[in-house]
């Protein structure tokens, strides 16, 4: 969607490597969400942010960081990348839940 | 926390057959209800919302739902499928904060 984008796209890494996922939004919205997608298990959120430098866990954080040292960029690291991150990632930008999300295109990692 | 239930993993149908999706959530209080749907390859697009007033709610691409709050449910429906509904449909709740719950997902192929 305009307004949001995710960098990469795609990637492939090996295990124990540290990932940088990169979320871009140009809307100004003070909430960024990233959620893992794996099928059976729907979209799980890894974490979210409130504001610059406020964020905070979501149900499956173990093993993911985030930053957010400005409002349009939401960075989430895996610090040494497992066979089970292997999933696709989406970013999510909103300003309230009560109005939804936009999502952004997506990043498919490969965790070899 | 609260869950989302999808009923159906995988629904298979005919072009201009009847779909309904079933959704249902855990929590009691006051909610907002999302249904969301992603083409193969694509992110995620709102389909519809529910926040409150008429239970009957109407969406994009011919979709509608019904919160019926005695069931904690959130039912999808569209009356005749088209091939280019062939997507995942995902239903989404918010109880008033900034963050969504997903259902797993409910896969629906439509033959042509």
């Known amino acids: 969607d305009a307004g949001i984008t995710q960098s990469p796209r795609h990637k492939v890494t090996e295990t124990g490597t540290p990932v940088t996922l990169r979320c871009h939004q140009t809307?100004?919205?003070?909430?960024m969400y990233w959620y893992r997608q794996d099928p059976g298990h729907g979209l799980r959120l890894i974490h979210y942010?409130?504001?610059?430098?406020?964020?905070d866990k979501g149900e499956v954080s173990d093993g993911y960081s985030v930053s957010r040292s400005k409002t349009e960029d939401f960075l989430l690291t895996l610090e040494s990348a497992t066979s089970s991150q292997t999933s696709v990632y989406f970013c999510?930008?909103?300003?309230?839940?009560?109005?939804?999300?936009?999502f952004g295109s997506g990043t498919r990692l490969t965790v070899v | 926390a609260q869950s989302v239930s999808q009923h159906n993993h995988h629904v298979i149908l005919s072009e201009a057959a009847s779909l309904e999706l079933g959704c249902n959530y855990s929590y009691g209080g006051t909610v907002n209800l999302f249904w969301y749907v992603q083409y193969p390859g694509q992110h995620l697009q709102l389909l519809l919302k529910y926040f409150s007033g008429d239970p009957l709610v109407k969406g994009i691409k011919g979709f509608e739902a019904e919160f019926i709050k005695s069931k904690f449910s959130f039912n999808l429906r569209k009356p005749s499928v088209q091939w280019s509904d062939t997507a995942e449909y995902f239903c989404?709740?918010?109880?008033?904060?900034?963050?969504?719950?997903f259902g797993a997902g409910t896969t629906v192929t439509v033959r042509a």
């Open positions: 989404a709740v918010n109880h008033n904060d900034y963050k969504l719950s």
């Open positions: 999510a930008i909103g300003e309230t839940g009560n109005y939804g999300y936009t």
């Open positions: 942010s409130y504001g610059v430098k406020d964020t």
């Open positions: 809307e100004n919205h003070r909430y």
